[in-house]
């Protein structure tokens, strides 16, 4: 049996104001993301700025969803605002707002641009503003660069002998690509993940608030705005899983770069300090050079190491850009291929807690109906001038 209609105006205004209420919380994350989760300071250096443009982009591109799904809330918002006077018997005159009187302009018709507040809506107060606690990430200092920078001035006191014996210059090939501050990285992903977690508790707000609602509108118009809230929470939330997965490839990669600056640190700074002082203390010529030479091929082992751990690097930097570039459009991107570019970035490092965390979200995101069926306008209640007051399925 078709349910019937039933509405009760001041049900449908105070969920209305509930929905202006996330949306203004989504323009907040919004603005949030496009502020804090871009590249900030510090990519500098091959390795850094190789990444710098799909960080940019994709903080580009993600708060361009956020923003449209906002777009659609308060589309949506204005509506079940207009449905709620409508259902009230008002006449239209009463709570229309008009661009123009028609009188200044006869020639012109008054176009309606919004709709007056509906009088003693019900509260449906939102449980959370995550928005408000959005705080900008600290970009804390790399302690460790100014040591790789050490070693790089000293590097280049040696760096023709040194290339003499490995065939490059240890200059370009060690210090110079790992420049600039992987903090910086570190705090793009963590404005991406702190922004999916809180978009996520935004919209919970609209659907805890559903069951509410539902036994005071009944009819057509009903099941299809809670189809339609359902399907907008569900496609704008999978931002949830997919900022902490792509936030969390900025930690890895971040974490890596810091490695191989400790690796520079911790093992070539001595080789490069035993040279300079053999350099200084032992110097002979010609008999020097051939001294220096044979120190430099003793240790060249360590040398090349430190630049297989930057190549290495380098390649996780260049299978992360393909991973972000695919989350850019989540749309038309299958989890497939998220998951096939995530695995050589996971196989790089041995984190098993941070392994699970992915699967999980990988798991979330696996959902692609949920993007594809998400909502591309506002909510009506007259689609194709359909009865407001028909019956439902």
Known sequence: ?????????EQIAGYGVLVDTVSKQLSGIQQYVAENAKAGPGF???????????????????????????NHLVDTGTELKRTAWDYSGADKSAYQIFADDGISNPNVPPQVTGYKDFPDPVSYPAGSDPAAALKPPEIAEADIQSKVDEVG?????????????TGWSPVEAITEPISGNWNSLKASGEALKNAGTALEE????????????DPHWNGGAAQDFHGYITKLV??????????RIVGGVYDLVADQI??????????????????LEKLATGWIPFIGWARLIDFIKECVGIFQQAREMVNTVQELVENAKQ???????????????????????????????RGAEVAKNLADVADTQAWEDSPDQGYTSIPGNADPRRPGA
């Open 153 to 165: 001035g000293s590097l280049k006191v040696i760096d023709w002998a040194v290339s003499q014996v």
């Open 323 to 353: 991973l972000i570039e695919i989350a850019q459009d989540p749309v038309g991107a299958a989890q497939e291929a998220i998951e096939e570019k995530l695995q050589p970035i996971e196989e790089q490092v041995d984190r098993y807690q």
């Open 1 to 9: 049996m078709a349910e019937g209609f039933h509405a009760v105006p």
């Open 234 to 243: 569900n496609g704008a939330g999978q931002e949830g899983p997919l900022n």
């Open 202 to 213: 935004s919209l919970d707000n609209l659907t805890k608030a559903l069951p509410t609602l």
């Open 258 to 275: 810091e490695k191989v600056a400790q690796f520079v640190v911790d093992k070539l700074k001595h080789v490069v300090d035993q040279i």
């Open 44 to 70: 500098d250096g091959l390795v850094m700025s190789l990444i710098k443009a799909p960080v940019d982009t994709y903080a580009l591109e993600t708060s361009k969803r956020i923003l449209s799904h906002g």
